[in-house]
């Protein structure tokens, strides 16, 4: 009797590890699901479920907890999902995994102190705030380069003018609320970057463009005006034109006043061999590729658009430098960049329109 009841114990004993996992596992897939499928509620209760189990038989497994303070942090409560980290980081104090939850966590439910704190003591100093934000920029990923700028200010980073230009693109791009401030704030330090108002019109030089691409080498940042960046080649720039002389991007930024149909147009020329191949963008999407060959003058790319009010950045990348003939450089000139409204005509403007052109049957 004694024996049955000590393989029993020891059975039972055995199987709390493996019904741990086992909860633990299928957690972790609802979790997954719960991710990919934010309108299905049931599948965000089955993971919590789930992970609660898990957490409650394996008290001692921090991956337990973590993963229970996802499933809390995706439903929205986060005091539950800080409680779950804190009891992991008891586990483990010195797991960086756990630091970045929490720190996420308490930035989550409002509490940037705390959240700060963590991050510091996970090795973060507030120049790598600033250093994770350009290579999320770089990458294309506006969202996180936000986040990090947002993380770099509250540690009390300064930011330059480059960061702030670069911020402002990030907020237009993915239209943050807090754009405005930013603005202003570029503004105040680099006053050559307000947006340019367009009205019925609105037109930009082409050496008034500002580059997104920097070219360290030259001592180019992002936000510096085209024709500053190409007389740090030792170079004379022209009077109102921008020259793109190497592979890279240059942005006008536009404030629309009322939503409507408008007409985006560069005037771009190829500056060496022929032909400059060019991506026209709006928001950081790409609207327009193309190839300027014509020896003749400018070619007056255009594309009509549906614009709302508010800030637009519009996009001209440079993508084949490579020299050619004889080692000669390519470059892609551009005069302007514009922005115009549509003029929509009435039906019965139209009609009179259309009245004044017949002749007097009188």
Known sequence: MIIVLIATLLAALLARPLLAAIYLSYGSYALVRAHA?????????????ALKRASGIAPGN??????????????????????????ALQLQPDSLLTLYALALAYESAGQSADALALWGKAGFAPANFADLARASFQQGNHTDALTWYARAELSGYGLGRADRFRQVISAVITGDPKTRTYVERLCQLAPDAAPQAVGQHGRVNGAELLLITAFSDLGADSGTRLD?????????????????????????IFEVPTEGAYSLRADLRHHGPPPAEYLLGLDGRLLQQGYISDDQGWTAVEVNVTLAPGLHTVHLHFVNEQPVQGGLDRGLLVRSIELRQRQRISFTRLY??????QPDAG
């Open 62 to 87: 921090p991956l337990a907890l973590r993963r229970l303070a996802e499933a809390h942090i995706l439903a929205g409560h986060h005091t539950a999902a800080i409680n779950a980290l804190n009891r």
């Open 228 to 252: 500053e960046a190409f007389a740090l080649t030792g170079n004379q720039p022209l009077d109102s034109e921008g020259l793109l002389w190497r592979n890279g991007e240059a942005v006008a």
């Open 37 to 49: 499928a934010p309108n299905r509620p049931e599948l965000l209760a089955q993971a919590t479920l």
């Open 352 to 357: 009179f329109l259309t009245r004044a052109g």
